[in-house]
């Protein structure tokens, strides 16, 4: 009874009875939309997935999903990628589908496309939306014209401090609106876009090589048909993430996090997946894999090259060539072979893109864990984007209680701040903000800016965009509005970082500590209603990975009933 009405209703869109008889039938979810630049092409891609699913003996059925454009909403993608990760569950364990193509690549889709889809437990193939194309910003100079080659995020942080500091005009400012963002596509600096599509491709969810290739490349239309070709034997296979998503895979995904120089953005979102999948995955894995793995690819913000630039080198099997002696190259991957089969020939085509383990980009870590009084279960590091003269540094804070109070006192002419000032703000945390938005890389005072400081250390409970750098302490746990020890600083206090031993120091002594914990109480809330009463109420800190704890784990959803 069940089968007629989904094959009548089949044929009330116009598919034939032998259309879909028998057929794997292939989500396509899309997580296109007019607002999301990044995944402007997404709409055309499907039709080319649509193609290699049909080829290949399979019946496609686009479902559209949340829309996250990083850029566009509100307060911030991240308080919104746990509801995409539940609606992509809800969706695929809802319809009668087989085996599922995720469409989707600016920051919070990938993870929260792969965490619903992974829950699921349906065959997954991942079809990253791709890098835009390179940009290039032209000036003229004393002596003659200067072109640069821009990219998204890294260069519009990088202007705005030249355009505060004075030395970047109004004119020239409005001219750089049209530059850096080229191409539909995600951002091409190594962000947390791309960050976590090489990671999705590294845990073996993507096939080898995709997820660099330009987002406006013919080569990007083949591999959409080649994703839906490939889902449907993967149906056939009964190849399903849990036979692809070991503790070996993710251990794989971090390493090449660390090699990528990736975003730390990519720490919550990768604990998160794992906890979806069941694997046992903590940050002090994270940072001893930081310790050992130092940064190959020479890709904005911690080096000079873009998206691009990575694919032409040979994209992330090259990259991951380069570290198979610490990879575990026997993890089973979308193609149906092992990452060892994978990696076969794949070598870099650009030492100076993908550099030699002889000859990295940085031998400082893309992440550091750090724990202390002021950070009891973690905060994070990226140490390769950070200025080594605050390494080990100890500084006077002078303390932000959010970011209104932030942007209405940073630049007072007056304010009593220096550049050894450690710059501290809090409220912008998952349950505080809410939603953890990227406000950890503080704006260094104007005044500053003026006399050249273009560093200094800030120390937050909020994320950072994986596109900016600077010496910035993120995702102090627990966060403040929970009470961590980031409510407890007063301006003035004495902040301690040593990076190379891992710690966060508040320098006052635990009785005084005490005191001043007995007196905090917790801001009232004043979200009484909706999802982001949901998310207040069961967001996990950030050394959990932010994911509801309702949604954790593997334990079995009964399908719903039918009859
Ligand atoms: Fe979508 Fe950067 S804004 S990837």
């Known amino acids: 009874m069940r089968g007629f009405a989904h094959r009548q209703r089949a044929q009330q869109m116009g598919l034939r009875r032998e259309d879909v008889l028998g057929k794997p039938c292939i989500a396509i979810v899309n997580t296109w939309s007019d607002l999301s630049p990044c995944h402007a092409h997404l709409r055309e891609r499907a039709e080319s997935i649509k193609r290699g699913v ?20 509100k307060p911030t993608t991240m308080l919104y990628r746990n509801l995409l990760a539940m609606e992509v569950e809800e969706l695929l364990r809802s319809h009668p589908v087989d085996g599922v193509v995720l469409l989707a690549g600016c920051d919070k889709t990938t993870p929260g496309t792969v965490m619903g889809a992974v829950s699921a437990g349906y065959p997954t193939i991942f079809c990253a939306a791709g890098p835009m194309l390179n940009d290039r910003h032209t000036q003229r100079t004393a002596t003659g014209c200067e072109t640069r080659t821009v990219g998204a995020g890294t260069h519009t942080k990088l202007f705005w401090d030249e355009h505060q500091a004075g030395r970047l005009s109004d004119a020239e400012w409005v001219q750089l609106e049209s530059r850096m963002t080229r191409s539909p596509g995600t951002c091409n600096t190594m962000g947390t876009a791309s960050t976590m599509t090489n990671i999705v491709e590294a845990l073996g969810l993507a096939l080898p090589g995709s997820t660099a290739i330009p987002a406006m490349d013919a080569a990007h239309v083949r591999h959409a048909t080649s994703c839906g070709e490939r889902i449907v ?88 060539n380069r570290l198979r002696d610490m990879l575990s190259l026997d993890e089973m991957t979308v193609t149906g072979r092992t990452l060892r089969d994978n990696l076969q020939g794949r070598e870099s085509l650009d030492d100076e893109v993908i ?107 909020a994320r950072m965009s994986g596109t900016h750098y600077g010496s910035c302490v993120l995702h102090i746990s627990p966060e403040s509005a929970v009470g961590g020890p980031l409510a407890l600083v007063r301006n003035g206090d004495l902040i301690e970082l040593d990076l190379p031993a891992r710690t966060l120091t508040l320098c006052i002594d635990d009785a005084e500590l005490a005191e001043r914990r007995a007196a905090w109480q917790p801001a009232p809330s004043p979200f009484a209603r909706g999802f982001t009463r949901l998310y207040q109420q069961h967001v996990t800190q950030a050394h959990e990975g932010c994911d509801f704890d309702f949604l954790q784990g593997t334990a079995p959803t009964p399908e719903p009933p039918i009859y």
């Open 233 to 320: 034997q993967m149906v056939r296979e009964g190849l399903t993430p849990s036979k692809i998503l070991t503790r070996g895979a993710f251990l794989n995904a971090a390493a090449v996090q660390m090699a990528l120089g990736g975003s730390t953005n990519a720490a919550i979102h990768i604990l998160a997946m794992a906890g979806r999948a069941g694997v046992e995955l903590t940050l002090a894995d994270l940072d001893r894999l930081g310790r050992e793995i130092p940064v190959l690819a020479n890709l904005f913000p911690s080096g000079d090259r873009l998206m691009e630039d990575f694919h032409y080198a040979g994209g992330l099997p090259a990259l991951m």
């Open 54 to 73: 049909l080829m290949a003996g399979g019946v496609p059925f686009e479902l559209p999903a949340l829309s996250l454009g990083e850029v566009m909403v």
């Open 355 to 461: 550099r030699p383990l002889s000859r990295p980009v940085s031998d400082s870590g893309a992440l550091a864990v750090l724990q202390g009084n002021l950070a009891p279960a973690s905060a994070v590091m990226k140490a390769s984007a950070a200025s080594p003269k605050f390494f080990r540094h100890r500084g006077r804070a002078l303390v932000f209680d959010g970011p209104g109070e932030m942007m209405a006192r940073i630049h007072d002419p007056d304010l009593d701040v220096d550049e050894d000032t450690v710059l501290v703000l809090r409220g912008g945390g998952p349950v505080g903000a809410p939603g953890m938005p990227e406000w950890g890389n503080l704006p260094i005072p104007k005044k500053l800016l003026a006399a050249g400081v273009r560093d200094m250390l800030r120390l937050s409970d």
